[in-house]
C-alpha cells in the first residue's frame, strides 16, 4: 500500500515538473529565469543526496544512537 502511495506521488511529481518546464519555455525569454532557477535548486538537490549517501559518519548515528 505505501509502495502504490509512492508510486503515486511520484508520477503526480514529474507530471507536475513537466507542466512548469512547459510553462516556462511558453514564457521566453522571461521563462530563462525560472528555469535557470529549477535548474540551480536541482543541482543542489543531486548534491546533497551524494553526500548524505556517501557519509558514514550519517549511516553510523541511523544506525547506532538511540532515538
Not at 34 to 46: C, D, S
Amino acid at each position: 500500500m505505501e509502495t502504490i502511495a509512492y508510486a503515486l506521488l511520484a508520477i503526480v511529481a514529474l507530471i507536475w515538473l513537466v507542466a512548469i518546464i512547459t510553462g516556462m519555455i511558453v514564457a521566453l525569454p522571461f521563462g530563462l529565469i525560472g528555469l535557470i532557477g529549477l535548474l540551480a535548486v536541482g543541482l543542489l538537490f543531486i548534491k546533497v543526496l551524494k553526500e548524505r549517501l556517501s557519509s558514514k559518519e550519517d549511516d553510523h548515528y541511523s544506525k547506532n544512537v538511540d532515538k
